[in-house]
């Protein structure tokens, strides 16, 4: 009986763990891993997608679901397929816009809009770029942080004269 408790008790010290599809992510873990460096690369795509499911368990409103949905947008951006980009950041305003913290989902939303007007430039929908363009100064006018308007004024007035 010894024997065979102990043999138990070893197994488990060496079988690797992974958790389940069902089981949340450690948030720790999962926030490493979605803002590192290497998270933004072409062959990291495939984990990030696993992460998706994996937070499947996350409330709706929960920060790290927004975050890996920037990084998987930003992710399909490196890889040329803007189309999924925007579909990804589309995720992530919902989940950002679901936040009970106003200010920090503000913040959130005008990063995402940012981009949002980058990747609809480059597959040429001019006109939703400059949509994207006027969320973003609202929000920031709403937030007295200018951080993205400083970049898109430029581009917003271009267009109104050349249009």
Not at 117 to 138: F, H, M, P, R, W
Request: aromatic content about 14%; some cysteine.
């Amino acid at each position: 009986m010894c024997k065979l408790l102990l043999t138990i008790y070893l197994s488990f010290l060496f079988v690797p763990y992974n958790p389940l599809s069902g089981q949340c992510p450690d948030r720790g873990l999962f926030l490493s891993a979605i803002t590192s460096p290497e998270s933004i690369t072409a062959g990291s795509l495939p984990e990030l997608l696993r992460y998706e499911s994996a937070v499947n368990c996350l409330a709706s409103s929960d920060t790290l679901k927004g975050l890996l949905y920037r990084v998987i947008s930003r992710n399909h951006a490196v890889n040329n397929d803007y189309g999924m980009a925007i579909s990804y950041l589309k995720k992530a305003i919902t989940v950002f816009r679901n936040l009970p913290d106003k200010k920090l989902s503000a913040a959130h939303i005008a990063y995402c809009y940012y981009f949002l007007q980058v990747y609809y430039n480059k597959i040429g929908l001019k006109t939703k770029s400059i949509e994207a363009i006027d969320s973003c100064i609202a929000i920031e006018k709403y937030l007295l942080d200018y951080k993205y308007t400083c970049y898109l004024v430029e581009t917003k007035v271009y267009w109104l004269f050349t249009k």
